[in-house]
């Protein structure tokens, strides 16, 4: 089918505008009867999910045979009852009463039974889609769940990404509801090209991969593609085949969510979004405003709220430290027990950098004005900074003289113009 929607990136689009794409984009007489799960975001991606949810429930609940949610975790810690509740602002009596019958689940990738295996990528598939960068074979697993419906329905944000690019569309499969394996090797795939060669770029080695992987998902599906404005309102809404309607959110994303500078900063102070609280998804501040960082420049990820590393991966951050690429390549057989998911997050938090000699040098240092306790940001290789010591204002309205304040930092990429 052709994706139906629209955006502008200077304007939002009214209610009205985003219920007739919904209606057009989903034609309810042809899911009568159907058995639909809708995949959407947690809490850490900026997405007016209450408006969206409530819409589909409006539109398909008294059509459909049976309609669920699931949060699409991929390793993000699982969700109560009450805080899904609140993600897709439904009132409690609500879900208690009238929406009894709607499932609203986590991916529970953490419980053994959850995972059905559909095969793997083989060896010279995954040399060609890595441009000979690896040639071994990868197992595909994905949430066992999708075999009880008959169609999935993709509902997610499109924001430059640091691992496939852009997020949304599949990944909302891979890493979204699948296992280890695959979204193991995506995430060091993008390691190593390195999330610079990365972000804001929609054909990549790893989003590829997350579409070739999909092919062997034996399940109908639709996607409908998000462009955020606000945690309130959307610029752009596209709904349709899943890699056609992600491609065109991609192109509204790059004109809303990129913001090219004319000149790299000596010192740049990301102030971390609300919703970070843990630095496993605050170090996107890191991730979007790097390549604005001058060489031997420093950038200040500023979040009082984040008060620690990762509430699953903690503990194996901690034993390695954050590095750059090249000291895990030239070190890979003294971090063999380390998942290659935690060892990308390391080199993306810490950024480029060499590996000579023995000898690591960053290209910028990252450092921590959060919660983290100053002990524990030298024990992993940060550098650490007392929030309460840092005014604001001090960084405020002098990019002449090379500094740069970030708002709500997090998922608007920075770049230098060409």
Sequence with gaps: MAVVGNGHPDSPLPPDRVRAILEQGLDTDALKGRRILVLTPDATRTAPLPMMVGLLLEMLLPVVKKLDFMVALGTHPPLSRDRILDLYGLDRDRADGPLKKVGLMNHRWDLPGTLANLGRLERDEIADITGGLFSQAVEVSINRAVFDYDLILILGPVFPHEVAGFSGGYKYFFPGISGGALLHFTHWLGAVVTCWDTIGIRDTPVRRAIHRAAEMVPVERLCISMVVKSKTELAGLYVGETRESWAAATDLSRRIHIVYKDRPYHTVLGVAAGMYGELWVGGKVMYKLEPVVADGGRLILYGPRMNRISDVWGEQIQRIGYHTRDYFLNRLDDFRDIPLGVLAHSTHVKGLGTY????????????????????????????YLNPDSINLDDYKNREEEGVLFVDRAGEVLHRIAE
């Design 356 to 383: 000579e000699n023995g000898v690591e040098k960053p290209r910028i240092e990252l450092i921590l004005a959060t919660s983290i306790p100053e002990e524990t940001c030298r024990k992993i290789n940060l550098g």
